[in-house]
């Protein structure tokens, strides 16, 4: 099977984008990052891009999103993208991008959907409300993007438990140790073709 090649898109540290870096390196995933997009200048995950040789690119903060899609567009053209992953990414794609790459881009999300999700919910305060609501469990998701926030087909979900002296800080910590696991493993099925899409439900094959 060909490997596919994968743009990340982040927007902070990009944690997640490392763990796919290192799993592509270990030949776990059959696949290559091709490009890693910012929308944020100072963005870390553009620094691992550059420590790693692979081609960064920061996606100015233009006003006109038409603009911003041409551009990007572009890029994922001239790089053959099979696959987009969101790994922090906090911007919306527009609507025309999402028609074009359906499912074909995976969002990871640092709670268990549809609990604390949708437009607003990144970072700290996903899990501040998850603490604050008293939730006994948590997790994280990997979902297909549609046009909405946080919508799409759940490809992969898993737990961590919330103990009662859990801070917001101490949630994050131990949920993003488990995105960076089914991120890779979700990475690794889809550039398998293990993953079968059937209106709002994924067969893993
Ligand atoms: C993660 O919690 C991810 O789920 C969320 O943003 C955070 C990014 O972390 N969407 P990192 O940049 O991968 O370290």
Redesign the pocket.
Known sequence: MPEKNIAVL??????????LIDAVKSGRINGKIKIIISNNKE???LKRASNEGIKGFYLGNNSEENKEDEILLEILKKENIDLIV?????KILSENIVDKYKNKII????SLIPSFCGKNY??IK?HQEAVDYGVKISG?TTHFVDEKTDSGPIIMQKTVKVNYEDTAEIL?KK??KI?HEILVETVMLFCDDKIKVDGRKVKIK
Request: charge should be negative; glycine fraction near 16%; proline fraction near 3%.
């Open positions: 982040i927007s902070g540290s990009g944690t997640n984008l490392q763990a963005a870390y995950g969101l790994a922090g990414y906090l969002n990871i999300h640092p990144y970072g996903v994280a994050q949920v993003l995105e």
